[in-house]
T-cell receptor, first 114, second 115 residues
Framework: AQTVTQSQPEMSVQEAETVTLSCTYD???????LFWYKQPPSRQMILVIR??????QNATENRFSVNFQKAAKSFSLKISDSQLGDAAMYFC???????????FGAGTRLTVKP | DVKVTQSSRYLVKRTGEKVFLECVQDMDHENMFWYRQDPGLGLRLIYF???????EKGDIPEGYSVSREKKERFSLILESASTNQTSMYLC??????????????FGPGTRLTVL
């Protein structure tokens, strides 16, 4: 079974600085999808960014980008110019190419200091 | 925008009670999911459904059942609630099409406390 590991339970960043959240996964599949979700305090979980495994180019969404290393099975999230509104739990998730269900990591709680 | 709603944000029940958690989505999505979220464990899949009246067990189905009589509604049932089922419950839906666009959209969650 696929597993997703987020080794950083908590991270902290100064406002306007850059932070990187780590994620590794274990799979025997060659095609799959990877996601980062954000869950602000007491608010709905929303999709931040997603990546197809067959694409070598790293996905970017404004201040959010990923470093996808397929051979290393690593999928880190970089947040540039951190803002107070970025404070949240961040979950890394994996979905197999032909699967409907996703596997989530344990989450990283990000604090942004003013 | 996709909207996924859950019937309650907070719920307190007693051990042994039958509990119903309701989830409704308004985007005609094929797939619907129930997760529980616990600190340090992330989200764990309880059940999912890819069509009306269809259901599949996830990783932790014990103590739970589900019902999907209509496409837009997916119910999670705790037949006899126990204290170890105290948790945050998240519902999600996706369109069921192949590919990267099959992203899951989440409801706001129901925090259930079983006394």
């Amino acid at each position: 079974a696929q597993t997703v590991t987020q080794s950083q339970p908590e991270m902290s960043v100064q406002e306007a600085e850059t932070v990187t959240l780590s994620c590794t996964y274990d799979t025997s599949e060659s095609d799959y999808y990877l996601f980062w979700y954000k869950q602000p305090p007491s608010r709905q979980m929303i999709l931040v960014i997603r990546q197809e495994a067959y694409k070598q180019q790293n996905a970017t969404e404004n201040r959010f980008s990923v470093n996808f290393q397929k051979a290393a099975k690593s999928f880190s999230l970089k947040i540039s110019d951190s803002q107070l509104g970025d404070a949240a739990m961040y979950f890394c998730a994996y979905r197999g190419y032909n699967n409907n269900d996703m596997r989530f990591g344990a989450g990283t709680r990000l604090t942004v200091k003013p | 925008d996709v909207k996924v709603t859950q019937s309650s944000r907070y719920l307190v029940k007693r051990t042994g009670e039958k509990v119903f958690l309701e989830c409704v989505q308004d985007m005609d999505h094929e797939n619907m999911f129930w997760y529980r979220q616990d600190p340090g464990l992330g989200l764990r899949l309880i059940y999912f459904s890819y069509d009306v009246k269809m259901k599949e067990k996830g990783d932790i189905p014990e103590g739970y059942s589900v019902s999907r009589e209509k496409k837009e509604r997916f119910s999670l049932i705790l037949e006899s609630a126990s204290t170890n089922q105290t948790s945050m419950y998240l519902c999600a839906s996706s369109n069921g099409l192949a590919g990267i666009t099959d992203t899951q959209y989440f409801g706001p969650g129901t925090r259930l406390t079983v006394l």
